[in-house]
């Protein structure tokens, strides 16, 4: 029975409910309507856009109940919304209004959106775009940037448009076809002392009539605005002729006569040790020439090894230095001297410089070439080894030899050699002669050190010097006459070789200058390029004994005249000159001819002793040279200037070096290490203006980095 009853309850209750309705979850104050919302876009794109600008999208927000409903909008930069609350009406719509500040890249961000109890999210994206540049390629033109495809898009303007003309020599700019066209510019001012022109740059210019120049030396031609060019009289007491301290000729009245030259005429130039000379009493006097001040005086830190003692490249010192405490490194020094690295070498033995690039400080090492940076700490690059440049692997130890003169530089730091290689001697010295020898071309830069080409391994004919002339074309000269030039091999590793000159050039010593399309080969002979016959030098010293010395051998960069330099002796019966009996000539040789041009005593005293250490070709065809002389008090150490056969300045450096072991031209400078009071010093001496030349062979090995490369 109660089973029944409780059933019928159920019933009840159930029937109730489904008459009435259900309110669950209802607001108490809306009566029988619900509220609700979602968006109707779950992503918005606002495609792209330019850097800077503001771009709008709308999100439509969808009611899901019949009341009305306040949502809040929030987003983060860049990314905007117009109003942070809307009204969603019962069962209607409404918008979000979102704005996108473009900057230059992709951009994300969330839309929230909350209301009535929930919270929606809607993902949005845009692409800033930073406009190209345009510049139209013609005044006729307009450029502007297309959004759509990021590029410039040109359009011609329209005929009659107006232009400025890319020619100021063109006025009244106007369009034509997208061309910039105008009327001629007039230049002309009535002035008949003036030359006028138009340039496409400038506009108008101007230049004074040049009249022509009078026969009469004492008159000058002058433009007069209404008659022309006229003659007038020159500047009363102008030079008009030659002159000396007794005398010149002087323009007085529009005529040219002679004068007595009055005290204090200038008669001389002011050099490096020297103030000008000055006229005095009929004799041009000069004041005593004192010494040279070096810029700086630096230790050197050890022993200079080898020759060359100093490179210079791109305004770096470069010396290679042993001593007891330290060992064997690798120094530089800035051009004012202070010490820029030492560089220890790896395994504390001695190199001897080569050359100096960019690309590195190329070094003859105990087991083959090696390379150190240029640039701190200098560090060593890369080792080639002489089993690697065609020394045998299998045939017990070699030893390597290589000299500065034997190895060029590229411009791009390759490394151009002439190497040779000979067995170790029993007792563990040096190799007196090698045996064999090859052409090698290795890398210098992208797998610097590895061999790029190479010649044939062949049997050792004697020192050699190489050079690279203003195209790189290799050269080589063996003393054994032989004159060879390399070329690169079109597709392989190999140097095409062929031999230059006529008959070789015998006789010759281990010296080779090249500049202005002529070799100078051995101070005997002038040679092509190109090959041909060659020019041999006169040394006929009639009754003198005169000995070529192998370097320094000079060429102006036009490759005419050549410079050498000969110890010269009186004697002439064959037998040796003792040293007290020899003195160092300058030789001016014309390549041409062979012939002499003149020839100079080149040590700083006729009467005193003395060696010659080294030279340059100087700008305006001299000679600087580099000597010393054996005085009472010591020896003393000079720089000397010669030209057409004259020496016109000797300044002697400070003190008393001991030793001198090189020294190097560099610009307007001198520098050069020596030893003082036990004590090697690297020293800079300015040379009052006069500047080592830039181009041809200026010294001993092509410039002052060593490259043995003609300098232009």
């Not at 159930?14 to 209802?26: K, N």
């Not at 102006?556 to 005249?561: E, K, R, T, V």
Request: proline letters at 7%.
């Amino acid at each position: 029975m109660a089973s029944r009853t409780s059933s019928w309850t159920l019933l009840l209750v159930a029937l109730a409910l489904s008459l009435t309705g259900c309110r669950c979850g209802d607001d108490s104050g809306t009566g029988d309507a619900r509220q609700g919302f979602r968006p109707q876009e779950t992503e918005v794109d606002f495609g792209r856009a330019l850097e800077g600008s503001l771009t709008r999208r709308q999100v439509t927000l969808l009611a899901t109940g019949r009341a009305s409903l306040t949502v809040t909008a929030s987003v983060g930069a860049p990314f905007s919304v117009a109003s942070a609350e809307v009204t969603v009406p019962g069962s209607g719509t409404t918008v979000v209004e979102v704005d996108f500040l473009a900057a230059n890249g992709p951009a994300e961000g969330t839309l929230t959106l909350t209301g009535a109890g929930r919270t929606e999210t809607v993902r949005l994206t845009g692409l800033g775009v930073r406009p190209l540049t345009c510049v139209p390629s013609s005044p006729c033109h307009e450029s502007s940037f297309d959004l759509a495809t990021g590029t410039c898009i040109e359009r011609a303007l329209e005929d009659g448009a107006t232009c400025i003309p890319t020619s100021r020599c063109v006025v009244n700019g106007r369009c034509e076809s997208g061309a910039c066209v105008g009327s001629p510019r007039t230049c002309d001012d009535d002035n008949p002392c003036t030359v006028d022109a138009c340039s496409p740059s400038q506009g108008c210019v101007t230049a004074p009539v040049v009249c022509p120049t009078p026969s009469n030396r004492c008159k000058v031609g002058v433009c007069d605005r209404d008659e022309g060019c006229q003659e007038v009289d020159a500047e009363d007491f102008i030079p008009c002729g030659p002159g000396d301290c007794k005398s010149a000729r002087l323009c007085f009245n529009g005529s040219c006569d002679e004068f007595a030259t009055p005290d204090g005429i200038v008669c001389a130039p002011a050099t490096a040790c020297r103030g000008e000379g000055t006229c005095q009493d009929g004799e041009c006097e000069r004041p005593d020439a004192g010494e040279l001040e070096a810029e700086f005086s630096q230790q050197l830190g050890g022993e200079p090894v080898g020759a060359p003692a100093l490179l210079v490249q791109d305004g770096a010192l470069f010396s290679s230095v042993c001593d007891e405490d330290a060992g064997c490194r690798l120094v530089s020094f800035t051009q004012s001297g202070l010490l820029r690295f030492e560089s220890p070498y790896p395994d504390g033995g001695a190199r001897t410089l080569l050359a100096a690039s960019d690309a590195g400080v190329v070094v003859a090492a105990p087991e083959g070439l090696e390379s150190y940076a240029p640039r701190t700490p200098g560090a060593r690059q890369w080792e080639a080894s002489w089993t690697s440049l065609g020394a045998p692997s299998d045939a017990g130890p070699w030893l390597g030899h290589v000299e500065a003169g034997q190895v060029a530089l590229t411009a791009a730091g390759d490394v151009v050699a002439h190497v040779a290689w000979g067995p170790v001697p029993e007792d563990g010295g040096a190799v007196a002669v090698p045996e064999s020898t090859r052409w090698v071309w290795l890398a210098g830069g992208e797998d610097a050190g590895t061999v790029l080409r190479a010649g044939p391994v062949e049997a050792w004919r004697g020192e050699a010097r190489l050079a690279l002339d203003a195209e790189e074309a290799a050269f080589r000269y063996t003393v054994d006459g032989r004159l060879e030039r390399a070329d690169f091999e079109p597709d392989g590793g190999s140097l095409l070789i062929s031999e230059l000159a006529d008959g070789g050039v015998p006789g010759g010593s281990a010296s080779l200058a090249v500049a202005g399309g002529t070799l100078f080969v051995g101070t005997r002979a002038f040679v092509s390029t190109d090959g041909g016959a060659p020019v041999t030098v006169d040394w006929d010293a009639g009754s003198r004994t005169l000995t070529p010395l192998a370097e320094p051998a000079l060429l102006s960069s036009a490759g005419n005249p050549g410079y050498v330099f000969a110890r010269s002796c009186s004697r002439t019966d064959g037998l040796p000159c003792a040293p007290d009996e020899e003195r160092t000539v300058l030789r001016a040789v014309d390549s041409t001819t062979g012939l002499v041009a003149w020839e100079v005593d080149a040590l700083p005293f006729e009467e005193v002793p003395g060696s010659f250490h080294d030279a340059t070709l100087i700008e305006g065809d001299a000679v600087g040279v580099l000597a010393d002389a054996e005085r009472t008090d010591g020896r003393q150490v000079w720089l000397q200037f010669f030209a057409r056969g004259k020496k016109v300045e000797m300044c002697a450096l400070p003190g008393r070096p001991t030793r001198v072991a090189g020294s190097t031209f560099s610009g307007g400078r001198l520098l050069v290490v020596l030893e003082r009071d036990g004590v090697w010093r690297v020293e800079a001496y300015g040379m009052g203006g006069i500047q080592a030349s830039p181009f041809g062979w200026p010294q001993r090995h092509g410039s002052p980095s060593g490259v043995r490369r003609e300098a232009r």
